[in-house]
C-alpha cells in the first residue's frame, strides 16, 4: 500500500482545499501580484472618489486660472507651474489644473474599460458557450463570423463608425455629451472585442467537453442544464476572469489612443488621450505636461497587465513551467 | 440459465472516414449473467473502448442490438432510456480526467442522485457517505476536492459515484491501467468484493490480461473489431485454441502471474 492511499488513519478535519482557495493563496505569495493589485486598487479608489478628491483639494476640472499663465499663454513657476495649489501645474494655454484633471481622467478612462471588457466578455463567453456545445453548424457559422470580426481592421473602422455615429445623433455644431462619446467608444470596442473572449471560450468549452467527467455526467443521465451549469461552467471561471483582467489594460491603452486620435472622448471631459494630444505642441516649452499624464498612463497598464499576467500564473500554476 | 442481465448481438461500430469506413466494431455478442462478469481483452485500437461506449449510448450503435434486462436499450427513447440509465454505469481508464476538478467529492458522487432525482431514505449525504466508506474512502473527506487524492482513491470516488446509482451494471472500461501496480491490485480487490456484496454485474475491458483473469468470469477476444475467441476464464487462459490468443498470453512478460505458470505447466 502507498503512503497516503489510506488516509483514515488521520483526521478529516482540514479545511478543503478548494481549487479558488489555492488561487487566492498563490496570488498572496506573490509579490508581483500584491504590488500592482494594490496600485489597481489606489488607482480604482482615487478615480471613485473623484468628486470627494476634488471638494478636499478645492479646485474643479474645468476651472481656468489665466492669472497664473504669463503672456504667452505658459504657467509659471517649476516645472509647469508645480506649486503648493496646483500639485502638478496647470495646463498651458487654458490654464487648467492638471492633477484634478488627472484624477477625473481615470474616472473616464476606468469607465470605458470596464464597461468595454464586461460587455465583451459577457457577450464572448455567451457565444462561445453555446458554439462550443452545440456543435455542428452553429459553430460553423459563428465560427465564420468570429473569423470575420477578426478580420476587420479596428482602427478604420473606428475611425469611420465613430464620427458617422456621432453625425447621426447630433449635428455638427451641437455639443455630444460625454455619456453618448462612452456608449460609441465602448461599442466599438465590443463590436471588435467579443470574437476574441468567443474564440477563447469556445476552444475551452471544446477540451471541456470531450473530458470524462462530462461523459461520466452524460452516462448519469445529465442534461444539457446540468452539463454547461454545474460540469463546465465552474472550469470557465479561471480563464474567464484572466481574459478580463487582460482585456482590461488593453481597452484602457485602446481608449486613449483613439481619444488621442480625437474620435473617442472630446474636451471639455478630462482625458489621458486628449492631454497627451494637447501636450505634444508645449514638448518644447513645457514637457512637463506631457510627462504627467504619460507616466500615470504607463504606470496604469503595466500594472494591470502585470496584475493579469500573475493572477493567470496563480490560477493555473502549470502554464508558468511553458508547454508540457 | 435464465435469461442474461446483459445480451448483445451483432454489434456493430462503423466510423466513416475520409476514403470509406472505420470498421471499429465488427459484429460482436455476448452475454453477461447478473452477478457475473465478462472480460474483454486486446490491443489497443482494437474496439474495446468503442464497444463500452455503446453499452453506455456515449456512442450510438451502427446495427446490432443491446438487450438490458429484457430491452434493447438502442432502441429506447429518451425518457425510458433515462430510466435505465442510472443501471448501468461506467468507470474510466484516467482517474483525474473522470473527475470535475471544480467539485467536491461529495457533489461527485451524488451526481447520479442529482440528476435522476433519487432521494435516498436518510438524504443524500448520509449515501455519500455510505458509498464513500463502501469503496474503502473515509466518508469524512466528502468536502475534499479530486486534487487532494492519489491515483488509487480518485479511481475509488469514480466507482463510488458509478455506484450511486444502484446500478447492476457496470462498464469499466481500463479501470486500473493507469494506476501502479500495488494499487492495481487494491482497486481489482474492491471490484471483486462489490461484486460478491452487492451482485453487480461488471464488463471489464482492459488490455491485461492478468487483469481480467482475477475478476471475470468469462473472457472474450478481441482483434481488430471481433471477437476471435470467447469462452470461460479457464478455457482461454488453459487451453487457448486461436493462435492470436496464445500470441496474447504469450506476451505477458514473464509467463504472468506465477499461478499462470503452474497452470502452464499442468497442460
Redo the contacts between chains.
Sequence with gaps: MKPGEHPRARTGTRPSRSPGRLAWRRLRADRTALITGGIMVALIAVALAAPLIEMLYGIGPSEQFQAELDDFGMPIGPAGGVSGQHWLGLEPGLGRDIFIRLVYGLRTSLVVAFAAAVVTTAVGVLVGLLTGFLGRWTDGVIGAVIDFALAMPFLIVALTVVPTLTQRFYGPRDAVPASFQVFSLVLVFAVFGWAIAARLVRGQVLSIRSREFVDAARVSGAGLGHILGREIAPNLIAPILVSFSLALPAYIAAEAGLSFLGIGILEPTPDFGRMIDRSLGYLQTDPAYVLFPGLLLFVMVLAFNMFGDALRDALDPRAEAGPR | MTEPLLSVRDLVKHFPVKGGTVRAVDGVSFEVAAGHSVGIVGESGCGKTTIARML???TDASAGCIVFEGRDITQLGRRR??SV??R???V???PS????????VGR?VA??M???GIRPPGGRQARVRDLLAMV???P??D???P??F?G??RQRI?IA?AL??DPRLIVADEPVSAL?V??QA?IINLLRSLQRDLGVSFVLISHDLAVVRQLCHRVAVMHRGVFVEAGDRAQIFGDPHHPYTRRLLAAVPGGGPPRTRTQEQGS
Design positions: 453506455v449510448r456515449l432510456w433515462r440509465r442510472p448501468i454505469q461506467i474510466f481508464q484516467d480526467g473522470s473527475l470535475n476538478p471544480r467539485q467536491t461527485i451526481m447520479p442529482r440528476v435522476n474503502g474512502l473515509n469524512d473527506h468536502e475534499r476536492y486534487h487532494e492519489s488509487g482513491q469514480g459515484r450511486a446509482g501502479d500495488s494499487v487494491q
